[in-house]
């Protein structure tokens, strides 16, 4: 497909586990970025990769959250210990540059911590 | 402290009608906006894009309205389709990422 890929579409968790929810973006494209939406919220910032640089980590909500993207493809954002306020759409975009060049989504991981 | 808001969170619009969202932003640094459509269960949809050097940007029925001096951007839709039914979000680009506004629903009456 050409578009973004998520997985899992959906992943329900207990309080207090650890989970791990992966993107793979549109091939080419060298800008990645994890946004999350809570029910009723727009759409925050959580952290952005470009390149070989150094990740934007500044929307990350708290230090259970990270992120990684290795050969700059593929991307993880992993969370742990999950909490209730965690249960939110988590959605992942790719964009072939960081400088005015829109952004691609995939269709999110629905998280729901019980 | 929101630096992109859409004060209407919802719209309705009857069909064949013109459909306006509007959208301010606070940094006069913001040098690209867009504007993306939702529908449920799936992730936002490039729509139309305008930088800062221009003030008007059309494709089909959509065109996308900035003001610099007034830190306003709109999207006008027209004629309104059914199939516009959704949620549409303004964003802007500053410092290499998309900062959204909360979204406005918006329903087409037929």
């Known amino acids: 497909g050409a578009g973004v890929s998520q997985s899992p579409s959906n992943k329900v968790t207990e309080k207090g586990k650890d989970v791990e929810l992966r993107c793979d973006p549109i091939s080419g494209h060298t800008a990645l970025y994890w946004y999350r939406q809570s029910l009723g919220q727009g759409l925050e910032f959580l952290i952005y990769f470009q390149g070989n640089s150094a990740p934007d980590k500044s929307g990350l909500p708290s230090d259970r959250f990270s992120a990684e993207r290795t050969g700059g493809s593929v991307s993880t954002l992993t969370i742990q210990r999950t909490q209730q306020e965690d249960s939110a759409v988590y959605l992942c975009?790719?964009?072939?540059?960081?400088?005015?060049?829109?952004?691609?989504f995939g269709n999110g991981t629905r998280l729901t911590v019980t | 402290d929101q630096q992109v808001k859409q004060n209407s969170p919802s719209l309705s619009v009857q069909e064949g009608r013109i459909s306006i969202l509007n959208c301010d932003y606070t940094n006069s640094m913001f040098d690209y906006f867009l504007w993306y459509k939702k529908y449920p269960a799936e992730g936002p949809t490039f729509l139309i894009s305008?930088?800062?050097?221009?003030d008007k940007n059309e494709d089909g029925r959509f065109t996308v309205f900035l003001n610099k001096s007034a830190k306003h951007l709109s999207l006008h839709i027209v004629p309104s389709q059914p199939g516009d039914s959704a949620v549409y979000f303004c964003?802007?680009?500053?410092?290499?990422?998309?900062?959204f506004g909360q979204g406005t629903r918006l329903t087409i009456n037929p």
């Open positions: 305008i930088s800062s050097i221009k």
């Open positions: 975009a790719s964009s072939l540059t960081s400088f005015n060049s829109p952004l691609h």
């Open positions: 964003a802007v680009q500053g410092a290499q990422k998309l900062v």
